[in-house]
């Protein structure tokens, strides 16, 4: 199914999502981007409904977390992030917020942030089916490597101990014939 009414190309949804403590998830800053909002509205909104975001679906990062995306650039400086720790929510939070942001565009937007979701988990699995196959073949080859230095092994302990034994004369094969 073709999707026409795409506000954002699904790329730049994927370049958002991060991996932090085990979790997939996007910062309420590139959110309130994403939904066309001001990031101070959005966590308004999440504050008034916060028992609808357990930590499974949102959660503040810590100091340290904060600094670690300064230094891998996935934020400028913590300046960018407006004197205060951001706070991250996984896919379910996301869809979450669509209850809580009502507006056309928060609902389009959500769409195609679950297909970014999904699609990053699709690509996830892929990999590690990959990786696994990956791990078989070399499994597969070091066993066929070990055989192989096996018989190379055999074949020049046989060479050492031909060496210097002639040949066995082999019996002529075949019918004598009588000279007449």
């Known amino acids: 199914m073709k999707n026409n009414n795409s506000l954002i190309p699904i790329e730049r949804i994927e370049s958002r999502i991060l991996f932090i403590r085990e979790h997939k998830v996007i910062l309420d800053k590139d959110l309130a981007e994403l939904y066309d909002v001001k990031p101070i509205a959005l966590r308004q909104q999440v504050k008034r409904n916060v028992d609808r975001f357990p930590d499974d679906f949102m959660f503040q990062l810590k100091s340290s977390e904060a600094e670690q995306l300064v230094s891998q650039s996935v934020i400028p400086s913590k300046v960018s992030l407006g004197g205060y720790l951001p706070y991250v929510f996984t896919q379910e939070g996301v869809a979450m917020l669509s209850s809580v942001l009502r507006s056309k565009r928060a609902i389009t ?9 999904v699609k990053m988990r699709d690509m996830l699995e892929t990999n590690a089916k990959f990786a696994t196959k990956l791990k078989e073949l070399e499994d597969r080859l070091d066993m066929h490597d070990g055989n192989t230095i096996a018989i190379m092994e055999t074949l020049r302990k046989l060479l050492k101990e031909s060496k ?4 066995p004369l082999s019996k002529k094969i075949g019918f004598d014939t009588i000279p007449q």
């Not at 210097?164 to 040949?167: L, Q």
């Open 109 to 117: 937007i959500n769409i195609q942030i679950m297909r970014a979701f």
């Open 164 to 167: 210097g034994k002639a040949a």
